[in-house]
């Protein structure tokens, strides 16, 4: 199992912007060069968190990105759903159904990650003392 570099980088950016706070945007080329990126790859990722409604953005020469009101409730699965959609990581192939026993057990310990990826927030990683990007 495995996502996307862009839900990486999602949350990575993410967790800078909140690091940052919300005084004032930050720019994408600042958010690029953080992360060794295209600023053009991120702002396409950036348009996705803005469609989600995590983040907002600002034009003009003081322009950028920040986050929005209530950051604190974003959780890992929330960035990672706006990336990567919420399609269940698990399609039986044979098609057998709910009562298929192989879909059962992983559809299972899905549900268990995405609860925990759900408890996670950007805000309490950010409390921790040593964050590095």
Same mark, same amino acid.
């Given at each position: $199992?495995? =996502?996307?570099?862009? &839900?990486?980088? %999602?949350? @990575? &950016? $993410?967790? /800078?912007l909140v690091a940052a706070? +919300?005084?004032?945007?930050?720019?994408? +080329?600042? *958010?690029?060069? +953080?992360q060794n *990126?295209?600023?053009?790859? *991120?702002?396409? !990722?950036? &348009?996705k968190l803005v469609? %989600?409604?995590m983040i907002e953005s600002a034009s003009g020469a003081n322009g950028g =990105?920040? *986050?929005?009101?209530n950051w604190e409730n974003i959780s890992f699965l929330d960035i !990672? @759903?706006? !990336?990567?959609? %919420?399609?269940?990581? /698990?399609?039986c192939s044979l098609d057998h159904g709910p009562q298929c026993a192989i879909q059962q057990v992983v559809l299972a310990a899905e549900a268990q990650m995405e609860q925990h990826l759900r408890n996670q927030t950007m805000a309490e990683l950010v409390q921790r003392k040593k964050i590095i990007f």
């Open positions: $199992m495995k =996502y996307s570099k862009a &839900t990486n980088y %999602a949350l @990575h &950016t $993410m967790l /800078f706070g +919300q005084s004032k945007p930050v720019g994408v +080329q600042q *958010l690029a060069e +953080q *990126l295209s600023p053009t790859y *991120l702002s396409k !990722i950036l &348009t469609k %989600a409604g =990105y920040r *986050l929005k009101r !990672i @759903h706006a !990336i990567e959609g %919420a399609a269940s990581l /698990f399609d």
